[in-house]
């Protein structure tokens, strides 16, 4: 009887290690293969540089001061135009609030992001493996506004106002990004830290577009900061096929 009680056990954990295992392969199974994903992503930035000929969109920019993000301490609007060759020209529609934030801080992130999207800057802070070390997270699929997402977690190989270590998520289906949160590893402006920074993208005419940017950093002489970015109004004109 002994006997047949301790074979009893041992038959009940073999099976439970047996559903253990197989729960495991399962979610081996499920989860991509990080060399993949990431050459999905390069397939995905190198696509959206070599259609995009040029494009406008409209521009909305607000800082908050401390934690009223309800009155902005500034605003402004400016139109913004990408030429592939050329880079990045901002005309300013219109603007208000603290002067010395919009020559200091608003001002200061417009020539910022004007350098940054130079012909030959600009390629070395684009979202691929040439710039930045990736290692896919665990958990497989996460849903982000309806949309089937991979998390990867991004660290640059070099350091820059524009480069970020942080999270990276692209649609599972296509590597494109769809946001990106973490940490600027430089401050744009000498009146404010590094920023702990989102931006959010959406796909319009089959590319990811940014659609809604966020940075919050602090500083001894503005304290804590945040500014948002609205993008609206995408006009894009894509190269002729060839």
């Not at 896919?136 to 982000?144: A, F, H, N, R, Y």
């Not at 602090?218 to 948002?228: A, C, E, K, N, Y």
Request: glycine share 6%.
């Amino acid at each position: 009887m002994r006997n047949c009680i301790q074979l009893g056990k041992a038959r009940a954990i073999a099976a439970v290690s047996f559903m253990v295992w197989l729960a495991a392969a399962a979610v081996a199974a499920q989860q991509p293969d990080p060399a993949s994903v990431i050459a999905q992503i390069d397939a995905a930035v190198k696509a959206r540089i070599d259609h995009i000929e040029s494009y406008t969109v409209t521009e909305h920019y607000a800082v908050y001061r401390g934690n009223d993000e309800t009155h902005p301490a500034a605003e402004m609007t400016v139109q913004t135009v990408y030429l592939q060759g050329s880079g990045k020209s901002y005309t300013i529609l219109s603007e208000s609030g603290s002067e010395f934030i919009r020559n200091h801080v608003l001002r200061t992130l417009l020539d910022n992001e004007k350098t940054i999207n130079l012909p030959g800057t600009v390629e070395h802070s684009w979202f691929t493996s040439a710039n930045y070390e990736m290692q896919l997270k665990p958990g497989g699929i996460q849903l982000l506004d309806g949309r089937e997402c991979l998390a990867l977690a991004i660290h640059p190989k070099h350091k820059a106002t524009n480069m970020i270590e942080g999270t990276l998520l692209v649609d599972a289906k296509d590597g494109s990004i769809v946001q990106i949160v973490g940490t600027a590893t430089q401050s744009a402006s000498i009146f404010t830290g590094a920023a702990q920074v989102m931006r959010h993208y959406v796909n319009v005419n089959g590319f990811p577009m940014a659609t809604q940017a966020r940075a919050i950093s602090d500083s001894f002489l503005l304290g804590r900061t945040t500014v948002t970015i609205d993008y609206q109004d995408y006009k894009i004109q894509l190269r002729p096929a060839r």
